[in-house]
């Protein structure tokens, strides 16, 4: 008998369409179980997107509480041979600067001049001492004064720079110059040793004796004097007279130079946090609206709509700004400027705003006040981190409702699974019970074909 390759071959049934039909709605049945996983997998991203908010709200927060912000400076100085820096924490005041002198590196120069070329013996060790007493031996196996230049500058623990100048009649110096400047810092002896020529002839060095094969310019320090206090500095560079200030001196500056130097607060620094902090406030609360509100129109639910742990995050943040304080004259957030706007902007509740005069009125006439509300330990910083700590932590709101919509996920993954093994198997039973049923429907179509043949033939032979 021939092999059924086709449900309902040779039959008038339509059972390669019911196999069809069926696969059809067994396929709607797992789509609906797809959607809803789906569903509940937006809604994760979804608190991801809240979480992301609310962790840019936290750093704009604490932002209002660093030293950065709240003792920032700004400075000012007169004329060009002194300029002025500050960190966070220097001391607002008006300095009186005079330069008394410029800090210079200390240079040597060998005395006359030499072919730069010529050797002066076979090889030698020199050792560079400085005054702070560091010592440096280098190894010098070209003894010219090109090859102790090289020798010099391959080392940098030698503490100086090398070059050869030459005077254009064929005769060459070699200069050293201090890497740094100040007088710590210049070389206080130079000894050569291991050298059978005339290099320690050039070469040597004693600061506290008269003679050697070197001449020296000495190094100076440099010397300001700031409201009257004579200064003392290895560079040009300041930094220890005044805490948090630094006084750089013009290379070019001369002696006798003045300049008055101004450091005063500056509240701009404060005004730009604030700023930021209602900025990442409001775009949390368009981020919150965007996930759960309902569209009327189009009859549309947002991921979150209607979500309790949302409402929930609203409240805890909407409460830790009301129970913002301080002591004082200006102890709230609205004394300061920060207020919430009693009506929606672009649709979305609960927002911020800054009235920038009343907050620049109440910096500049009570500083310590708006310190107080934005740091304080009943503050705006102290509030907003305890709010979002419930809200990030690891046992938090967010933490724990994407938790739970994970293992709701979980589940419909295995149920799809499930479900699509025993609709699977159920259509296989199907399919295989309708072949059975195809081939019988064909054996008794065959057997009746049969029977009507040889009713017919016997019809025949009986007229």
Request: proline share 2%; aromatic share 2%; charged share 15%.
């Amino acid at each position: 008998m021939a092999t059924i390759t086709s449900l309902g071959a040779g039959t008038s049934l339509e059972l390669e369409t019911i196999i069809t039909q069926l696969q059809e709605a067994n396929q709607t049945t797992l789509d609906a179980i797809t959607s809803r996983q789906e569903s509940y997998e937006v809604k994760i991203s979804s608190f991801s997107q809240i979480t992301s908010s609310v962790q840019s709200l936290l750093d704009a927060a604490k932002a209002l509480g660093k030293s950065d912000t709240l003792n920032a400076v700004k400075s000012a100085i007169t004329g060009d041979s002194i300029t002025v820096t500050t960190t966070t924490g220097a001391t607002p005041g008006q300095y009186s600067l005079q330069v008394d002198a410029v800090a210079t590196a200390q240079r040597l120069q060998s005395a006359s001049p030499t072919n730069a070329t010529a050797k002066h013996g076979t090889s030698a060790t020199l050792e560079i001492e400085l005054q702070d007493g560091t010592k440096t031996s280098i190894s010098v196996t070209d003894t010219s004064l090109q090859g102790v230049a090289k020798a010099i500058n391959a080392n940098d623990a030698a503490g100086v720079h090398a070059t050869i100048i030459n005077d254009g009649n064929g005769g060459s110096y070699l200069s050293l110059t201090s890497k740094k400047t100040g007088e710590a810092n210049a070389v206080s002896k130079i000894s050569v040793s291991g050298n059978d020529g005339n290099l320690g002839s050039l070469l040597n060095f004693d600061a506290a004796n008269a003679g050697g094969g070197l001449t020296e310019t000495k190094a100076t320090d440099a010397l300001l004097t700031v409201n009257g206090i004579q200064v003392k500095s290895a560079t040009n560079s300041v930094s220890d007279a005044v805490s948090g200030v630094t006084f750089q001196i013009a290379p070019d500056a001369e002696v006798g130079d003045t300049a008055i130097a101004t450091i005063t607060s500056d509240p701009q620094a404060i005004k730009d946090a604030v700023t930021k902090f209602v900025t990442a406030y409001n775009s949390l609360q368009t981020t919150l609206y965007n996930l759960t509100a309902f569209d009327v129109a189009a009859e549309q639910q947002s991921p979150l709509t209607g979500d309790s742990t949302v409402r929930n995050i609203q409240s805890s943040l909407a409460s830790a700004l009301q129970v913002v304080s301080g002591e004082g004259t200006l102890q709230t957030l609205g004394a300061l400027g920060i207020n919430s706007n009693p009506d929606k902007v672009a649709g979305v509740a609960g927002t911020l705003s800054v009235d920038a005069t009343k907050l620049a009125d109440a910096l500049a006439n009570n500083p310590a006040d708006v310190e107080r509300v934005l740091a304080g330990t009943k503050g705006l910083v102290a509030s907003v981190t305890k709010a979002t700590d419930s809200i990030l932590g690891t046992g938090g709101s967010i933490k724990n409702r994407q938790n739970g919509l994970q293992e709701t996920v979980d589940a419909l993954k295995e149920q799809h699974d499930n479900t699509e093994t025993r609709l699977n198997s159920e259509l296989d039973t199907m399919r295989a019970q309708f072949v059975q049923l195809s081939v019988l429907v064909a054996q008794m179509n065959s057997t009746s074909s049969y029977l009507t043949q040889q009713f017919a033939a016997l019809s025949s032979s009986t007229k």
